[in-house]
């Protein structure tokens, strides 16, 4: 499981913008977080709400949720910085990097009073942390509140705003052991005190997370404060107008509305999808000669995927981060065009409805009004196009359920499960189509078969009706799903199977 990543690689590059008369250098700081407040584009109502409760010191804790590399980081980054303007520079983050690990208690304690004692000038060893070895005390969380209370009372008036990152992935690391789970019990009840804000203690605890607390069930690690006393911040991918501003920022009128549209089609407005695209047209793309095409983009697909940074998102997303079913899903939507119709979706199981809600409202997975299901990304369809490695068993059982099936024997004709009334002549058509399914069938060979008495007195508009009433009672929602026309030379029959009996 992914516990934290630090790429090495970094790219930024200054925009000179000039905004009401002002000229300030706009970083494309990316892969990195946002840092500074003039950089960061969108979500403005929930950074108000989180300043709101900063200032107010209620809720005692923060958490903001987000899918993978929608910018929690980068949210939690500036939320703070426009609160310590408001605060007059009160606000004192305090950043906890989390390894489950041997000692991870003791290694949380002594992180987190190294924080504070170098925020407030105390030396570490002058606190009753240490024995005179140089070790942690065994010390009850009573204490060490009390300790909390006095290092940050030396400043007055300072708020202390505990950040702490994918907290989720942390407690749902693998290789945790039964010694590592009693130290994570310890740490989610330290946190608890922390969030009842015991006394006077000014600290707020700030956690990001990638699932809400009841899909991850933090609860089973005993941690009622942190979720009673918390405000909770959903981030989501950026709306349509938020990603227009963000993309203006970075190529200004370099980008067509349909190729915009492309852009959203590919990234579905995460964030850092988006930034990924821009990055490799900054560098690999001269601007100013013509805006960008749906086609450039198209065309820049492979190479954008083959990045560094494409490939750590995608096997982080498929590989680690999505359930087994998960993945099955998005390929299988794949490998059926990119759409999954209404009536299959009906038809799977209830654990992968229940798996696909996660997928919809990430938006790695979109629904259509007809209740069809696509991928909400089209980078993601462009990485399983090239590594199709992967292999699950729900697209086979969809294309058992979605074939045409012809029992030769009854001559019954079934087509999604559901029986398909046909004439005499219309199952003539049928059978011969399937004595040569996947290959071609003439018109001649069709008037021989089903007119043989009066072949040359037919017209092509007597096989085309029969055609059409067999499209139209298969309920096709795509004319050419099981019979393929070519056109001035006839007929294919796909995705069709027999019963019973051998051609």
């Known amino acids: 499981m992914l516990i934290q990543f630090h790429i090495i690689f970094q790219f930024w590059v200054g925009l000179v913008l000039q905004t009401r008369g002002v000229v300030y250098t706009m970083e494309f700081n990316f892969p990195n977080p946002v840092r500074r407040m003039e ?66 208690f003791d290694r949380f304690v002594r992180e987190l009073f190294q924080e504070l004692c170098s925020k407030v000038g105390k030396p570490l060893e002058e606190t009753i942390l240490f024995n005179p070895a140089g070790s942690i005390m065994p010390i009850s969380n009573s204490l060490l509140l009390k300790e909390i209370r006095d290092l940050t009372s030396r400043i ?100 067509t509305p349909q190729a915009f549209q492309t852009l959203m089609d590919l990234s579905g407005g995460n964030p850092f999808l988006i930034k990924l695209i821009l990055k490799w047209f900054r560098d690999n793309w001269k601007a100013g000669i013509s805006p960008l095409t749906p086609e450039e983009m198209y065309a820049a697909i492979p190479a954008i995927l083959d990045s560094p940074q494409a490939r750590l998102f995608m096997t982080t997303l498929l590989n680690e981060l999505l359930s087994s079913r998960q993945r099955e899903l998005l390929h299988t939507i794949h490998a059926r065009g990119g759409m999954m119709e209404a009536d299959v979706v009906a038809s ?66 079934s087509c999604r499960g559901r029986e398909i009334r046909v004439t005499d002549q219309e199952y003539l058509f049928l059978e011969l189509l399937c004595q040569k399914r996947n290959e071609l069938v003439t018109r001649e060979d069709i008037t021989n078969k089903l007119w043989p008495e009066d072949c040359r007195g037919v017209e092509n508009s007597a096989i085309d009706q029969i055609v059409s009433r067999i499209r139209a009672k298969l309920g096709e929602d795509d004319p050419h799903k099981y019979i393929q026309t070519v056109h001035g030379k006839g007929f294919i029959l796909r995705n069709c199977r027999f019963d019973a009996s051998d051609m």
């Open 39 to 104: 950089d960061y584009i969108g979500r403005k109502d929930s950074l108000d709400e989180v300043c709101r409760n900063l200032m107010q010191q209620t809720p005692a804790s923060i958490l903001v949720i987000g899918e993978y590399r929608t910018g929690k980081t980068s949210f939690q980054n500036v939320s703070l910085l426009q609160a310590d303007g408001m605060a007059q520079n009160k606000i004192i983050r305090l950043d906890i990097r989390l390894h489950p690990a041997e000692y991870f």
């Open 156 to 255: 007055s008036d300072a708020l202390f705003v505990l950040c702490i990152d994918d907290l989720d992935l942390i407690l749902s690391a693998k290789e945790i052991t039964s010694d590592l789970s009693v130290d994570i019990y310890k740490v989610i009840g330290l946190l608890n005190a922390l969030s009842e804000k015991t006394g006077e203690l000014r600290v707020v605890v700030y956690v990001t997370m990638q699932q809400s607390p009841e899909q991850f069930q933090i609860q089973s690690f005993g941690s009622p404060a942190l979720l009673q006393s918390s405000s909770w911040i959903e981030l989501r991918n950026l709306t349509a107008p938020e990603s227009r501003k963000f993309i203006d920022h970075f190529l200004p009128g370099e980008i």
């Open 348 to 413: 799977l199981e209830r654990e992968y409805q229940q798996e696909a809600e996660h997928l919809l409202r990430s938006g790695y997975m979109g629904c259509r009004q007809d209740g069809s299901w696509v991928i909400g990304m089209g980078l993601i369809s462009g990485w399983i196009q090239s590594h199709r490695g992967y292999t699950g068993s729900l697209h086979t059982r969809i294309l058992e359920l979605d074939q045409l099936i012809i029992d030769r024997k009854t001559r019954n004709v």
